[in-house]
């Protein structure tokens, strides 16, 4: 069973940075296409980034120059470095797998930035 574990979450200040880190195990690590997505409070959950299997990547408009995503494929694990974080970029962040057929979501990790 496919699994997807995200980690790394934490309470930060403003400017400061974290890494947040999704594990997928039970299968490949093998998609279409991986990334992030973010859910604040009373808010839509709304696409970051996400990672094409051929390396481009993709990021809405607010995190581009301060967030990036990458992939480690001995470690099975996709990666969101997140940089000069602001209050604004405060949700719970969830990861995505998309496969041929099937979407995959972890149970999502929640980032706080507050000073």
């Known amino acids: 069973q496919v699994q997807l574990v995200e980690s790394g979450g934490a309470l930060v200040q403003p400017g400061g940075s974290l890494r947040l880190s999704c594990a997928v195990s039970g299968s490949a690590f093998d998609f279409i296409d991986m990334g992030w997505f973010r859910e604040a409070p009373g808010k839509e959950r709304e696409f970051v980034a996400t990672l094409f299997s051929g390396g481009k990547t993709i990021y809405e408009d607010s995190v581009k120059g301060r967030f990036t995503i990458s992939r480690v494929h001995a470690e099975n694990t996709l990666y969101l470095q997140m940089n000069s974080l602001k209050p604004e970029d405060t949700a719970v962040y969830y990861c995505?797998?998309?496969?041929?057929?099937?979407?995959?979501w972890g149970q999502g990790t929640q980032v706080t930035v507050s000073s």
């Open positions: 995505r797998m998309n496969r041929v057929g099937r979407v995959y």
